[in-house]
T-cell receptor, first 115, second 113 residues
Framework: DAMVIQNPRYQVTQFGKPVTLSCSQTLNHNVMYWYQQKSSQAPKLLFH???????NEADTPDNFQSRRPNTSFCFLDIRSPGLGDAAMYLC??????????????FGQGTRLTVV | DQQVKQNSPSLSVQEGRISILNCDYTNSMFDYFLWYKKYPAEGPTFLISISSIKDKNEDGRFTVFLNKSAKHLSLHIVPSQPGDSAVYFC????????????FGPGTRLSVLP
């Protein structure tokens, strides 16, 4: 049973045309992450939500925004995609507590192509 | 500035032999380390983890070793199987470092029949 679901799996968008990627989870985890992964590179954290608290990485471009309307859903909005934004976008969740370590669970990713 | 490094982009191993994947980190705040496996066009799948209070954790064919003084960990797969062929990512996190998982660039393992 899929626990972290990303839609769509493949997205083609035009240069400069806004695009939204979605992620849903059935794990009831309090933390949701968005990572960007380019070919042969490490997944790079863009931002994450701890419950409703939004945490943006310092080097994440303003072109990338996120919304988390409820526990189950999280969206990645790219306001004006450039050719350099073509990548695999990975959503992950984690059920972190204050004094515990746990793993992150990933969705299957959305492969974004910018034309 | 890479905080998690995997210096071998690729590794080839014969089926049945041991695969050893290495990972180094620089941030001494990290207290939890994970290995993920990734097939093409799929998301990473959690494999095994280790807390900084341990130096070894074993799960079936997979064993992770942690050397805190050297800031080094390794994943041993024995015996290696063709289905183990994938990209393996090392990741690290810290309870006092936000809720972030920091990933290495990955090592592509090829297990040859």
């Amino acid at each position: 049973d899929a626990m972290v679901i990303q839609n769509p799996r493949y997205q083609v968008t035009q240069f400069g045309k806004p695009v939204t990627l979605s992620c849903s989870q059935t794990l009831n985890h309090n933390v949701m992450y968005w990572y960007q992964q380019k070919s042969s590179q490490a997944p790079k954290l863009l931002f994450h939500y701890y419950d409703k608290d939004f945490n943006n990485e310092a080097d994440t471009p303003d072109n990338f925004q996120s919304r988390r309307p409820n526990t189950s859903f999280c969206f990645l909005d790219i306001r004006s995609p450039g050719l350099g934004d073509a990548a695999m976008y990975l959503c992950a969740t984690s059920g972190l507590g204050l004094l515990m370590n746990t793993e992150a669970f990933f969705g299957q990713g959305t492969r974004l192509t910018v034309v | 500035d890479q905080q998690v490094k995997q210096n071998s982009p690729s590794l080839s191993v014969q089926e049945g032999r041991i695969s050893i994947l290495n990972c180094d980190y620089t941030n001494s705040m990290f207290d939890y380390f994970l290995w993920y496996k990734k097939y093409p066009a799929e998301g990473p799948t959690f494999l095994i983890s280790i807390s900084s209070i341990k130096d070894k954790n074993e799960d079936g064919r997979f064993t992770v070793f942690l050397n805190k003084s050297a800031k080094h960990l390794s994943l041993h797969i024995v015996p290696s199987q063709p289905g183990d062929s994938a990209v393996y990512f090392c990741a690290a996190s810290a309870r006092n470092y936000g809720q972030n998982f920091v990933f290495g660039p990955g090592t592509r393992l090829s297990v040859l029949p």
